[in-house]
């Protein structure tokens, strides 16, 4: 690896061996894939794992397009590979089999009929590419005149056959059936399901892979990649000879991501073996099956890249717009979680691996479903419940640089004219500016409520304690390092709802926050609300634990907060 250069976001493998770039072999997948023989693998990786790149390995090894193209794999593992008998038992598929590879990578739309012609595009360039097939006298003029019209804006119908139409094509060329590679497959569907088009973009695919995986004669072969396994009863429905690999399977555990001995190895190549304490600090955490540390790829090359310098690479780039979608919305249980979370702590949940985008919006077990398949997730315990029926996953944030990300993403929710509103109720929280800390606070109720409340279903009385928690999540992100901040634990005789101490217990004042809704039954006005909110501080002694732990009265704040649709009011 030594004074390689190393090309961040490179992902055709042919240009990487011929530009002699820096590149960790992969290429034991080919004999991994291969030697499973299963019909059809569904494998799922989170995103910058090196799934695409794998991708085009594969096609530049099974390909008849890169036939004679052995050049590309000498000095590999796959070269190596011999049969009992002694003979490279490998060499001899190198180039042999015609091959389909499409990506939905760049399949991105607000609308359904954007992603329908965007798709529709994908499939057209394909026929583009093998447009040499119009030239064989073993296609009649029916099938000329099929393969000509596949053009960008066909219907959806015929888009959802056109792979399987290519693949008899090829197969009636070569005699030989094809193999075909989808990468990316779930990207239009993460997309749809944001937009709210989920049902149209379901009914279109769930025809394709039946088309192109189910009821394909001509089909060899076929791998699917993407992040999440988006359930069977979406888009899979038909394809009962799928073979899911997710990252509980033990199966493929260390051709996606780096191992550390891997990624150890590289540093040291590079000049950087004094970095590799901080690199498993910052990028290490992931596991796949029973195999732990793994690390992610793109923030592996690029600390290489970039001389050892320590970003968060991996969760900045793009990708991340579904997760705080989700944890935005997210119920209080959510939020509450997502507060252990940050505090570097674990918690417990039963998963199911299947997505169901439709139980995104109230099932929380779905939420971390997709959290631990997108890689922001770690298991660090399993155990099985209901004699071994169930399994129960102990479930951490995956590292420092996803720790990272997230406390980026909360400041987000208070972003826009919001933001210097936060900051400023925050400075005017510490120094005891009621008046200001009402008026900041108004600003931020006014423009982050719309953003922490728009999940279906939410009543008025839930919306406030969804802003409630995503507000303390902003005080955990903002006063990191200087404010020990907790929620909604036992003191005294009951439970406040916010505390904040500082961690020098000599300097500053500690804080106990109440927040209240107005109720219209038992209260005349906000100021009434407030009272009840000072009301119970007093009556559970709120103060009690701080007072324990060493802190005088005067040193201990109380505020009340009490809402009242977007209107606050602070005492």
């Known amino acids: 690896m030594a004074g390689k250069i190393v090309n961040i976001g490179e992902q055709r493998f042919d240009r990487i061996i011929e530009e002699d770039k820096f590149y960790i072999d992969k290429t034991g997948f080919i004999k991994e894939w291969w030697e499973y023989g299963s019909t059809v693998t569904l494998i799922t990786r989170p995103r910058r794992f090196g799934k695409t790149l794998n991708m085009s390995m594969l096609e ?44 939905f990578a760049n399949i991105k ?26 030239e064989s006298s073993l296609l009649s003029e029916n099938d000329k005149k099929y393969f000509k019209s596949i053009q960008p804006g066909i219907s959806g119908a015929v888009a959802a056959g056109a792979v399987n139409s290519l693949a008899n094509f090829m197969h009636s060329y070569y005699g030989k059936d094809v193999i075909i590679l989808v990468d990316e497959y779930d990207t239009p569907m993460q997309e749809a399901w944001l937009s709210g088009y989920w049902d149209e973009a379901a009914g279109f695919f769930s025809g394709f892979f039946n088309s192109t995986f189910k009821t394909n004669p001509y089909l060899c072969r076929g791998l699917i990649t993407g992040i999440t396994r988006i359930s069977k009863e979406s888009i ?4 009962n000879n799928l073979d899911i690999i997710t990252t509980t399977s033990d199966e493929y555990a260390t051709s996606f991501g780096f191992t550390e001995e891997e990624v150890f190895a590289a540093l040291e190549g590079a000049g950087l073996g004094s970095e590799k304490q901080g690199v498993k600090e910052w990028y290490d955490g992931f596991t796949f099956g029973s195999h732990t540390d793994i690390y992610n790829p793109w923030s592996i090359a690029s600390f290489i890249g970039k001389k050892g310098k320590y970003k968060p690479y991996w969760t900045n780039t793009s990708g991340n717009g579904l997760v705080s979608s989700l944890i935005r919305k997210g119920t209080p249980a959510i939020k509450q979680t997502m507060e252990e979370l940050l505090r570097g702590k674990s918690f417990e949940a039963m998963l199911d691996e299947q997505i169901v985008y439709s ?39 995956t590292n420092m640089e996803v720790g990272m990300m997230f406390e980026d993403m909360v400041r987000e929710w208070f972003g826009g004219n919001a933001e210097s509103a936060y900051n400023d109720f925050i400075k005017a929280l510490l120094i005891d500016d009621v008046e200001a ?13 719309s953003s922490f409340d728009v999940a279906q279903g939410v009543s008025d009385d839930d919306a406030p304690e969804r802003f409630y928690h995503g507000f303390v999540l902003g005080l955990m992100v903002e006063l990191s390092g200087k404010y020990e901040i907790t929620s909604n634990r036992e003191s005294g005789f009951g439970r406040y709802d916010v505390l904040l101490k500082p961690i020098d217990k000599d300097k500053g004042n500690a804080y106990i926050i109440e927040f209240k809704v107005y109720k219209a039954y038992k ?5 009434e609300t407030l009272a009840n909110a000072h009301a119970q501080i007093e009556e559970k002694k709120y103060e009690a634990a701080l007072i324990s732990e060493g802190f005088k009265p005067e040193r201990i704040r109380k505020y009340g907060f009490a809402f009242k649709g977007k209107e606050c009011l602070i005492g």
């Open 236 to 239: 899979f429905s038909d394809l």
């Open 523 to 527: 209260e005349k006005t906000l100021g």
């Open 437 to 449: 800390m009402n008026e900041f606070m108004n600003k931020v109720a006014l423009h982050s409520f």
């Open 109 to 134: 739309a607000e609308k359904y009929a954007d992603m329908e012609y965007k798709i529709t595009k994908a499939i057209a360039d394909l026929y583009g590419q093998n447009s040499y097939l119009l």
């Open 60 to 103: 530049c090894f099974f390909s008849n397009k890169y036939a004679n193209r052995g050049d590309l794999f000498e000095g590999l593992s796959i070269w190596k590979e011999k049969a009992s008998s002694g003979a490279y038992k490998y060499r001899e598929l190198q180039g042999t089999f015609p091959v389909i590879f499409l990506s």
């Open 359 to 397: 139980q995104l919006d109230g099932s929380a077990n779905a939420v971390w479903s997709l959290l631990l398949a997108a890689g922001y997730l770690k298991v660090c315990d399993l155990k099985y419940t209901d004699g071994q029926k169930r399994a129960v996953y102990a479930l951490a944030l």
